[in-house]
């Protein structure tokens, strides 16, 4: 027996209406929470970074991690500085953190062992963020750069890892001018 005309329009209505409610939530769900990835070349150049007097000259290694809040390329990189800090504080390296000037955010409590520094010599001319600087047992700068190339770091990709192994081993590294192709954010403006 065939269906009555108008319950074939109320069937088509009711679809064409969860039809258009799964679109609008699945647009405002790509808009919100899925940043498309845009590949951007940074040069970093560590010429002008200094530590703070009261940190400068010899002591631990010393990991300066540079922090924009609003920054979306930071979450590729926060469980992976987690992994460092857990691996890395017990063999000596101190934790440090520069939030971008004039920014307002909180980083997540798996980074509270990240010593805030209000400022650091230098800092106002990064090209870009997230990025880290890396300063040897004699208080030299060996790294200036990213994590890693490409939208997200971890320990395959990261170049963090084997600078920290050198340092630790005593063996010296010069890695302060680097051009990398990934998630950056300008740091200035």
Known sequence: ????AGKNLLTTL????????????YDNFQSRYLRPFDNQTALFSGNALRLP??????????L???WDPACPCNVGNQQHLAELIAQYAAQGVEFYVVQKPGSHGQLPA???ALKPLAALPG????PA???VAIWDRNGTLAYFGPYSEG????????FIEPILQALHQGRPVNVTQTMAVGCYCPWNG
């Open 1 to 4: 027996m065939p269906r009555p």
């Open 14 to 25: 009711a679809l064409l209406l969860c039809a258009a409610g799964l679109w609008l939530a």
């Open 53 to 62: 007097d009261s940190l400068a000259g010899p002591g631990a290694i010393r």
């Open 64 to 66: 300066v991690h540079f």
């Open 110 to 112: 798996s980074l509270s």
């Open 123 to 126: 800092a106002e001319h990064l």
């Open 129 to 131: 963020s997230p990025a």
């Open 151 to 158: 939208a997200t770091c971890n320990a395959s990709n990261s």
